[in-house]
C-alpha cells in the first residue's frame, strides 16, 4: 500500500488501534473520520509523529450521506476504503426496540453502503480500488439476543458481494472479513479478561485487512473471511 490513500473509517476504535498501525506499516497515506477527540488523542498516543503526520483527521458521521459524500470528496483519490465503523446491542427480539433495530441497520449496513458507494465513484475513476469491510461471525451464524446486529451484518456480508461481483472486470475488488470476538479494550471492560486471551487480536485481524487491500489480492473478489481467533 505504499503511497496509496486510504480512506480508514473507525481507525480511532478498538479494532482500529490495531488496523491503522498495521495500514501505516505498509507505507499508505491515511484519511480517518472521526467524531469523538478524545479518541483521536487514543490513537495519537500509540503513533510516532512521523506516522500521524502521515494521518489526515476529519470530523464526520458516516449515517448521513451529505458527510460521506464531503469527507470522500477532501481526498485527492480513493485508493483503498477500510470500513471498520460498526456496533453492537443487545436484546432478546420480541424486547427490542423498533428505534434500536434502525440504530444497528444504520451503523452497520447504511455506514457500509455510504462509504462504498462514494469511494466506488473515485475508485472507477482510476481503475483501482480495494474495499475491505467488516462484518461479523454473527452474519454468517445468527446468534440469539443479537437478531438486529445479525441482520445488519448478514446485509454489510451481501452488499459487499454484490460490489465484488459488479466490479469484476476492473481493478477494484471488494471483500468482508467477519471477527468474532476481539481483544479491545471495550470488551475487556465490558466481558472481563477471564477469556480474553482465546479472543482474535487486533493486529491479527489487520494482517488478513491489509492483505486484502493490498495490491497482491487483486483476484481475491467477494471473499467473507472468518478470523475467529480460538472461540
Ligand atoms: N468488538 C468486537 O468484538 C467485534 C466483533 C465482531 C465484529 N466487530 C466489528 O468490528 C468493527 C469495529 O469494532 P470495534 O470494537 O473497533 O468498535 P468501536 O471501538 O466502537 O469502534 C467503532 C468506531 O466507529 C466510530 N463510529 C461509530 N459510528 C460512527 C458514525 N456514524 N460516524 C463516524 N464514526 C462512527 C466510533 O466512533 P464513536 O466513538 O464516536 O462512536 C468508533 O471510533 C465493527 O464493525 C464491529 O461491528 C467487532
Not at 507505507?27 to 490513537?43: F, H, S
Not at 457500509?112 to 480495494?130: P, Q
Amino acid at each position: 500500500m505504499k503511497g496509496k490513500q486510504v480512506l480508514l473509517t473507525g481507525g480511532t476504535g478498538g479494532l482500529g488501534l490495531g488496523v491503522t498501525p498495521a495500514v501505516l506499516a505498509q507505507g499508505a497515506e491515511l484519511t480517518i473520520p472521526y467524531r469523538n477527540l478524545k479518541d483521536v488523542e487514543r490513537l495519537k498516543g500509540i503513533l510516532s509523529p512521523a506516522d500521524i503526520a502521515r494521518i489526515q483527521f476529519i470530523p464526520a458521521n458516516l449515517e448521513e450521506e451529505s458527510s460521506v459524500d464531503k469527507l470522500i470528496s477532501r481526498m485527492t483519490k480513493v485508493d483503498v476504503l477500510i470500513h471498520l465503523v460498526g456496533g453492537f446491542s443487545m436484546g432478546k427480539t420480541h424486547e427490542y426496540s423498533f428505534y434500536n433495530w434502525k440504530r444497528e441497520f444504520e451503523l452497520n449496513l447504511n455506514t457500509t453502503f455510504l462509504t462504498c458507494k462514494y469511494s466506488l465513484t473515485r475508485m472507477l475513476e482510476n481503475d483501482y480500488g480495494r474495499i475491505v469491510t467488516i462484518a461479523s461471525r454473527s452474519g454468517l451464524e445468527p446468534a440469539r439476543n443479537l437478531a438486529a446486529y445479525s441482520a445488519a451484518k448478514a446485509g454489510v456480508i451481501a452488499l459487499t458481494k454484490a460490489i465484488a461481483d459488479e466490479t469484476k472486470g476492473t481493478n477494484i475488488t471488494a471483500n468482508t472479513v467477519l471477527p468474532s470476538v476481539i481483544d479491545t479494550p471495550a470488551n475487556r471492560q465490558a466481558m472481563g479478561e477471564e477469556n480474553a486471551d482465546k479472543w482474535v487480536k487486533p493486529e491479527s485481524i489487520a494482517e488478513v485487512i491489509c492483505f486484502l487491500a493490498s495490491e497482491a489480492a487483486k483476484d481475491v473478489r467477494g471473499a467473507a473471511i472468518p478470523v475467529y481467533g480460538n472461540i
